[in-house]
């Protein structure tokens, strides 16, 4: 599922009566607790927070916000 679907989820979730949010929020808290995740599904995550930024000038920020 898609970001953006899980955001407008949330939003919709938003509008619920408080009983419903209720019930939601138990359905998701049941989900099962064993499902494996595999690290290479977060690939690409974020991704649009990073463009324009070049890595080693960032990289050369952070060390020298360490002296300050």
Not at 7 to 17: G, R, S, T, V
Not at 27 to 41: F, V
């Amino acid at each position: 599922m898609s970001t953006q679907n899980i955001e407008a989820l949330i939003e919709a979730a938003k509008h619920l009566a408080p009983d419903d949010k209720e019930r939601l929020r138990r359905a998701l808290a049941q989900r099962p607790s064993s499902q494996q995740h595999h690290i290479t599904e977060l690939r690409g995550l974020g991704k649009e927070l990073w463009q324009g930024i070049d890595a080693q000038d960032y990289v050369n920020a952070e060390r020298d916000s360490w002296d300050n």
